[in-house]
């Protein structure tokens, strides 16, 4: 099992890096959150950053960077690493992987933007704008998706030219 990289507690969150925790804080003593609604912010926030320019989030950080861990059972782990796959449409090719952080564990995806617009199987489309992770339109998703296509084929150097 890898070590989660020292960058990931430091660094804000912002456009390419989101860290959710798995536990309700605003109690007095701190309670798990429902294995349902962490997986659907997972898949909220792989959507967000698929249609926008891609990201990595950390399951088992607080915002601030505090290892929480994860308190879920491997069976429920596994529920968690399949929803790239179980809870996107269309299914997303986000690397899952549990890491190390302290003596704790913590769930990590990685994605890339991807050329198709995704939305979570409960229908929502989102797209990741700063920190956030905004719903809008499938087709305003596209259109954002096409304009940055077309940038980035004005901006080739083409050889020979």
């Known amino acids: 099992m890898n070590t989660l990289p020292e960058r990931f507690l430091t660094s804000p969150e912002g456009q ?18 429902p294995l349902k609604k ?26 601030d960077g505090t290892t929480s861990g994860l308190p879920f059972n491997d069976k429920q782990l596994a529920k968690l690493m ?3 796959s179980s809870r996107i449409d269309p299914p997303l090719s986000a690397k899952p992987e549990i890491c190390l952080c302290g003596s704790r564990k913590v769930l990590f995806f990685e994605t890339g ?35 940055k296509k077309q940038s980035l084929t004005e901006h080739a150097l083409v050889p020979g030219a």
């Open 82 to 84: 399949e929803i790239p």
């Open 38 to 63: 962490v997986s659907a912010e997972i898949a909220e926030t792989l959507v967000s950053f698929a249609n926008a320019d891609g990201g990595e989030l950390v399951i088992g950080l607080d915002d």
């Open 113 to 147: 933007p991807s050329l198709v617009t995704h939305r979570t199987t409960a229908g929502r489309y989102l797209y990741r704008d700063h920190d956030q992770n905004m719903p809008m339109d499938a087709d305003r998703i596209a259109h954002a998706k096409a304009l």
């Open 16 to 33: 390419f890096l989101e860290r959710k925790s798995c536990f309700n804080k605003r109690a007095k003593t701190p309670k798990p959150l």
